[in-house]
């Protein structure tokens, strides 16, 4: 130990220096504690940024697809979707009934292309309910070949459940503008209908006393193939436009051989008619040639002697049916066809006041009543010509 007076070096411990005398305090060794050094948790830290990461990207999502489910979006995209004619988009966006004459494959049948070409567009305004479950969307847009803009609104309604659990989710409540609720049709007793080949169900049926009455609950508006099963067997066709009226019967459409046979019915019954008035034929002696089972040929009866009266004071000598066409089958409450015939015909009549024949053409439009059995078979007749030029 060294004297802090005179610095000579005195033995340890030493109280006071050997030499001077002077004090001598002794050293305290001061430990002084060690400076931790930092590490750095790589794969916390690694964990804590991919956390980061998430939050921020659940963070950008959420605000990009509330957007995307905001009533504009889904308003414009409807709209595009109605331009591009896309019947898939367009099924997906609507809030319908539904049922099998609902179904996405029956909207693609009878919903009709669009021909517009968008320029452009632009959605003006968004209008939501104060109560928020429904909304409104106004767009303004531009067609080829038009030089002033167009608008249009659509109209929304927020649907019970969200999409991706947290945004409102969005339908287009103008699905009903494209479907008609409570369609009627009506149609003779025991006849079954298809529309598209899709049979109505029977429990769409409400029995009436004259006839049967198929209520659909919902149906697309548009132009539908109808198929309909007669009671006796029969199938004929028709096309069926449905919007705000019920069912109303315009023209039937049969197959082609059962067209061909039954043009070949009329050329035949036709002639023959005419044949057995010229005859002077009574109606009892024809009967067995139009009789089938379960006939009621009580109006072709009637006509027939009418026309034969007729006929026997025209001074007609023969009579040939040249060429006709069908124009219109329509079905009666009764379930019988009726059609409307436009024919050309040849005739050779007795001159006026002298013996000389006369050979003529004319035309004349016939309207005949068929029901069916095993084949057509002709039930009753009017407008069959029966004054004829003499001159």
């Known amino acids: 130990m060294f004297c802090p007076e005179c610095g000579k070096k005195n033995v340890y411990n030493a109280r006071f220096c050997e030499f001077c005398g002077a004090e001598i305090k002794s050293e305290e060794k001061i430990i002084l504690p060690k400076e931790r050094k930092f590490k750095f948790d790589k794969k916390k830290i690694i964990i804590i940024a991919i956390v980061l990461f998430i939050f921020f990207v659940l963070g950008v ?9 905001t009533p504009s979006n889904v308003a414009k995209d409807y709209f595009l979707a109605v331009m591009n004619n896309d019947e898939d988009k367009i099924y997906d966006f609507i809030s319908i009934p539904k049922n099998e004459f609902t179904s996405k494959e029956m909207f693609e049948k ?22 928020g479950l429904s909304a409104q969307v106004k767009i303004s847009y531009t067609l080829e070949g038009r030089q002033m803009a167009d608008s249009t609104i659509i109209y929304l309604i927020k649907d ?24 009627e049709i009506e149609v003779s007793k025991g006849v079954s209908l298809k529309l598209e080949g899709v049979k109505v169900a029977k429990k769409y049926l409400k029995e009436d006393e ?17 198929e309909m099963e007669l009671k006796n067997g029969l199938k004929v066709n028709s096309k069926i436009d449905v919007n705000n009226n019920n069912f109303k019967i315009d023209n039937l459409e049969l197959n082609d051989d059962d067209l061909k046979e039954l043009e070949s019915v009329i050329e035949k019954d036709i002639n023959k008619l005419y ?12 009967e067995k040639d139009y009789t089938f089972e379960k006939a009621d040929l009580s109006d072709l009866k009637k006509s027939y002697n009418q026309f034969a009266l007729f006929i026997s004071n025209s001074g007609l000598v023969e009579y040939k049916l040249d060429e006709f066409e069908i124009k219109n089958i329509n079905m009666t409450d009764d379930g019988f066809l009726y059609i409307t015939l436009k024919a050309d015909y040849d005739y050779k009549v ?6 000389d024949v006369l050979s003529k053409d004319s035309q004349d439009t016939i309207y005949l009543t068929f029901d069916y059995n095993d084949g057509f078979k002709l039930v009753n007749f009017s407008s069959l010509e029966s004054t004829f030029s003499r001159f």
Not at 110 to 131: A, G, P, Q, T
């Open 110 to 131: 009878v919903n009709k292309d669009n021909d517009l070409d968008l320029v452009n567009y632009e959605v003006i305004n968004e209008d939501i309910s104060s109560d």
């Open 350 to 355: 007795k001159a006026y006041l002298s013996d």
């Open 160 to 183: 019970k459940k969200n999409s991706f659990l947290f945004f409102p989710k969005w339908k287009i409540s103008e699905g009903s503008s494209l479907v008609c609720e409570d369609y």
């Open 275 to 286: 044949d057995d008035a010229i005859n002077y034929k009574q109606y009892e002696d024809i």
């Open 61 to 69: 999502l959420y605000f990009v697809l509330g957007r995307a489910f």
């Open 210 to 226: 004259n006839y049967d009455k198929y209520v659909i609950p919902a149906i697309f508006k548009g132009e539908y193939d109808l």
